[in-house]
């Protein structure tokens, strides 16, 4: 089999015989001074030919140069706790990378795991096959949108003058969807009761809920006595 690389592989060639001259026997890697490439799969030899006063020799090594492994596939971004599949076409291979912001899981058939998003920023995967070969792709953990709410309370029993008004913490833009149906930043005139909102930042399409409490006073009592 000789020397085992992978495609795009470079190396530096030297010899303790000076003055001699390198060749390659096919194309199967290519040689630019004193850097050889691999450059697609095949068998190479590589040689080394010096003369002299002495006469001729010459060295030879065998390399077997091994295919690229397919890029990553699947969900290269994902939201804060979303969950997703990642996948090579190339199977049996062994995955590396990942905290803090990404959780690789369990195994989906011979090339494929389940990842999840733990926090967000940005790692490197690195999936490794056999011959030492690998391919590498960056997943993005994107963060769920921020929000803060004032919540203004029923003044007086059996009135409908609660309110709610977020305050989104982030650039946005942002999506609003309440459980009422409405989709403003504020809500207006709302009776005792929860209120829940989904919000969305469309630039990464992830998705945040947050519920409210509307509440009110007691009603009035009123206690007679006479004297």
């Known amino acids: 089999v000789g020397n085992a690389i992978c495609t ?3 190396f530096i060639v030297h010899d303790a015989a000076t003055g001699g001259l390198w060749s390659l026997s096919n194309g199967s890697m290519s040689l630019s001074g004193d850097t050889i490439t691999a450059v697609y799969p095949g068998t190479d030899t590589l040689y080394y030919t010096v003369t002299n006063g002495c006469g001729t020799a010459i060295a030879m090594d065998t390399f077997t140069v091994s295919p690229p492994v397919p890029p990553l596939t699947g969900d290269l971004a994902l939201c804060v706790g979303d969950t997703g599949i ?7 291979g062994m995955w590396y990378g990942g905290p803090p912001h990404l959780y690789i899981g369990a ?3 011979d090339s494929a795991r ?9 790692v490197v995967i690195t999936y490794t096959v056999d011959m030492g070969c690998s391919t590498t792709a960056t997943v993005t953990v994107r963060p769920l949108p921020g929000v803060t709410g004032l919540v203004e309370q029923v003044s007086c029993y059996g009135q409908g003058d609660g309110s709610i008004t977020l305050t989104p913490v982030g650039a946005g833009p942002y999506r609003y969807l309440w459980s009422d149906g409405a989709a403003t930043i504020s809500v207006n005139s709302l009776q005792p009761g929860s209120y829940s909102v989904i919000i969305t930042d469309t ?3 992830c998705s945040a809920s947050e519920t409210y409490e509307i509440v009110q006073p007691d009603s009035m009592q009123l206690k007679y006595s006479t004297g």
């Open 8 to 10: 795009g592989d470079q």
């Open 114 to 122: 389940i990842v999840a998003g733990i926090s967000a920023g940005t």
């Open 107 to 109: 195994q989906i058939g």
């Open 203 to 205: 630039s990464t399409n």
């Open 86 to 92: 990642i996948a090579d076409a190339y199977g049996g």
